[in-house]
């Protein structure tokens, strides 16, 4: 059997535990996992994409087979430079779908050896979002069960310098 590269991207605005949880289940599955910091134009990113990534790589631990990259440009160009043709991402319940099920088909379109694998992000997680997390930091809410230690150390400090809008 060949050895499974697959490429999970995504914003990470910040890494979340739906994210984490779905970076240890894909570890699994894959012989190797590289999580890709991208850059969704719709969005605003609150940290640089050096600061995603290395958020990422602190949250990870004995994860041997994960590599945290960061690329701007096209996802399926990425993914054909990393000599893969795996895309895996995260499903949560309902609000995920259309925008999912749009960019796999654009993808295939754009490159039909490419193949988009879903996993459906854990029940605890389902309605979590890296949105509603800065929400809750700008309102002093309480988000220590929805993101790593490290990362909310991080969105603290945001928030404290006036970042948070
Ligand atoms: O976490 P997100 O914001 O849902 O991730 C979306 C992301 C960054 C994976 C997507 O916007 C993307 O693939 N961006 C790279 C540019 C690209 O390839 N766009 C066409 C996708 S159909």
């Known amino acids: 059997m060949s050895f499974k590269i697959a490429v999970y991207p ?31 134009n719709s969005k605003n ?6 600061e995603r ?6 949250s ?10 960061t690329f701007n440009g096209l996802l399926i160009d990425y993914v054909r430079s990393r000599k893969t043709n795996i895309i895996v991402k995260g499903l949560r319940a309902l609000t995920d779908f259309e925008n999912e099920f749009q960019m796999a088909l ?11 694998f879903f996993m459906m992000t854990s029940n605890k997680y389902s ?6 997390v800065k929400e809750l930091v700008k309102f002093q809410g309480n ?7 490290n990362v909310e150390k991080a969105i603290q400090k945001k928030h404290e310098e006036g970042f948070i809008k």
Do not use: W
């Open 10 to 40: 995504g914003s990470f605005d910040p890494l979340t535990k739906g994210h984490l949880d779905i970076i240890q289940r894909a570890a699994k599955v894959f012989d190797k996992l590289i999580v890709c910091v991208m850059v969704n």
């Open 45 to 50: 990113y609150l940290f640089s994409s050096e």
């Open 53 to 58: 990534a290395q958020l990422i790589t602190d």
């Open 60 to 69: 990870l631990e004995e994860l041997d087979n994960v590599e945290v990259d």
């Open 106 to 116: 654009i993808n295939k379109h754009l490159d039909n050896n490419i193949e988009t």
């Open 127 to 132: 309605y979590l979002s890296s949105s509603l």
């Open 143 to 149: 988000v220590s069960d929805f993101i790593p230690a």
